[in-house]
C-alpha cells in the first residue's frame, strides 16, 4: 500500500505527499545549472580583460559569504586601487542585525584577494575604512577597504591559492566513524596567525561534543520558529534551476518536491511555516541528523568585536576553510547561536561559555562542522562583472 504522507504547507494548506507524482516531479532537475557556477571554472582563462584587477576580482569572488548574499562591490576607477564597498541591498537585518557576518565576509573576500595578488607577483596593501568607519548597523556607502597594489617580486604564492576553486559549503551528512586527525587540525591552526583564536573539539571529548550537538539544535530550531528569521532566509532562497540562474546568488535548493511545490503555488514564501508544519518538522530533523553525523566542531574566537576584528577573522576564516579543504575535508558554519538577535541569547551565552569566551568582548565569530563527507556542487556566483562598480 502506497503511505499516503501529508504535507502541512509553509503558509498553511495540506498536500498528500502522494498525489506528486513521481512523473510531475522528474521535470525538476536537481543539479545546480552550469551557467550559474560557470565563476568556478579556471578564471585565469575566463578573464581575458588584460586588467590584473578583474583576475583578481574574479578570484576573490570565490569567497564564502553569509547566504551567499555576495554583498561586495569594487571600484576600480583608480589605477593601481581596489575599492571594496557593501551593497546595502545585500544585508541580513534580522539575523545578523549589527552586520558581524557581512564584516566577516568581507575579510574572507579580502584575503582570497590577497591570495590571488600573490599568485600574480603583486603586493596588496589594504587600508581598512579609508574614510571612517560607519557608525551603528548598517554600511553606510562609505567604503570597507582600500587594496593598492604594487608589483614585488619577492612576494611568495600563497600554498593555499590553489584550494580556492576546491573549497565549497558542505551541508551534508558527514561520517561520523571517521575521525579528523591530529595532523588535520595542526594543518588548519598553522594557517592562521595570532590575530585569532583557533579551537576545536572531537570526539574524544563526549560531554563536549554532546553540548555542541545540542547547542547546534537548539539555535536551528530558534532560527526555524522564528517567523522574521526563516522570513529572511526564504528570501535568499532560490528554488530550481530558473531562479538559480535569475539570481545566482543566495542558497540553492534543487530538491524536487518543494521546486515542484513552488511551480504549482503551493509554497508560499511570503509566509513562515507553523513551527508543527511539515516543511518546519522535517527541516529540523534533517539538521538533526546533519548534526548528529558531525565527528568534530571547529570555531575562531577574537578579543573584541571591532569591524577591524570582525574582517581580520573572515580573513581567518577563509584560511581556515581552504586549509581544510587542502586537507580533503569538509565544512560547513554553524551561524545560528553566534547571531546577536534576541532569541537567540540563551544559545549564544552557551556556546560563548563552552568555547571558553570569558573576558568582556571576547567573541565567537565562526563555529563549524567538520569532518569527511561526499563531495558537493559549487555554490552560484555573479559574473565578475556584476561586482565592479559602474561610474
Ligand atoms: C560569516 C559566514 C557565516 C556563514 N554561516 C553559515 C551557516 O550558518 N550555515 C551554512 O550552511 N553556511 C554558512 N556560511 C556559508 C555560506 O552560506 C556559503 O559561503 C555561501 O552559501 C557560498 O557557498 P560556498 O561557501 O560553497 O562558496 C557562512 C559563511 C560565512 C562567511
Not at 580583460?49 to 569572488?61: M, Q
Not at 541591498?89 to 539575523?95: M, Y
Not at 566577516?104 to 584575503?111: A, I, R, T
Amino acid at each position: 500500500m502506497q503511505r499516503r504522507k501529508f504535507i502541512r504547507l509553509a503558509g498553511g494548506g495540506t498536500i498528500a505527499a502522494a498525489t506528486v507524482s513521481s512523473a510531475a516531479l522528474s521535470g525538476c532537475s536537481t543539479r545546480v545549472p552550469d551557467e550559474a557556477i560557470e565563476a568556478w571554472q579556471d578564471p585565469y582563462n575566463t578573464v581575458t580583460s588584460g586588467d590584473v584587477r578583474h583576475w583578481l576580482v574574479s578570484y576573490a569572488i570565490l569567497a564564502p559569504h553569509s547566504h551567499n548574499l555576495q554583498s561586495w562591490v569594487v571600484d576600480l576607477r583608480r589605477p593601481f586601487e581596489i575599492w571594496l564597498y557593501c551593497d546595502p541591498a545585500r544585508l541580513l537585518p534580522q539575523t545578523d542585525p549589527h552586520a558581524r557576518q557581512i564584516m566577516v565576509s568581507h575579510g574572507c573576500f579580502l584575503e582570497l584577494l590577497v591570495m590571488a595578488a600573490k599568485e600574480r607577483a603583486l603586493r596588496a596593501d589594504i587600508t581598512l575604512f579609508p574614510q571612517g568607519e560607519f557608525e551603528g548597523d548598517t554600511p553606510d556607502g562609505r567604503p570597507i577597504a582600500r587594496v593598492h597594489l604594487s608589483t614585488d617580486t619577492s612576494v611568495s604564492k600563497d600554498p593555499l591559492f590553489p584550494q580556492i576553486l576546491q573549497r565549497h559549503t558542505n551541508r551534508g551528512l558527514y561520517d561520523i566513524q571517521r575521525p579528523v586527525p591530529s595532523s588535520d587540525w595542526l594543518a588548519m591552526g598553522a594557517s592562521l596567525d595570532t590575530s585569532v583564536r583557533f579551537g576545536f573539539v572531537t570526539q574524544e571529548d563526549e560531554e563536549a561534543i554532546a553540548k555542541h550537538r545540542k547547542i547546534a539544535n537548539a539555535a536551528y530550531r530558534i532560527e526555524m520558529t522564528t517567523p522574521r528569521t526563516v522570513l529572511e532566509s526564504y528570501r535568499w532562497l532560490r528554488l530550481g534551476a530558473g531562479e538559480v540562474n535569475a539570481h545566482r546568488d543566495g542558497i540553492s535548493l534543487m530538491a524536487p518536491l518543494p521546486v515542484f511545490l513552488s511551480k504549482v503555488g503551493l509554497f508560499d514564501r511570503s509566509k513562515a511555516p507553523a513551527p508543527d508544519s511539515y516543511a518546519t518538522t522535517s527541516e529540523l530533523e534533517d539538521f538533526a541528523k546533519k548534526i548528529a553525523s558531525t565527528p568534530a566542531f571547529t570555531w575562531l574566537m577574537t578579543r573584541d568585536n571591532s569591524r577591524a576584528t570582525q574582517i581580520a577573522a573572515g580573513r581567518a576564516w577563509a584560511r581556515l576553510q581552504l586549509a581544510a579543504t587542502a586537507q580533503g575535508l569538509a565544512i560547513q558554519p554553524l551561524s545560528q547561536a553566534l547571531q546577536e538577535y534576541p532569541e537567540q541569547q540563551g544559545p549564544y551565552g552557551d556556546i560563548h561559555r563552552l568555547c571558553g569566551a570569558a573576558a568582556t568582548g571576547q567573541t565567537l565569530q565562526m563555529w563549524a562542522r567538520v569532518g569527511y563527507a561526499q563531495p558537493v556542487p559549487p555554490a552560484p556566483r555573479r559574473r565578475f562583472t556584476d561586482f565592479i562598480r559602474k561610474a
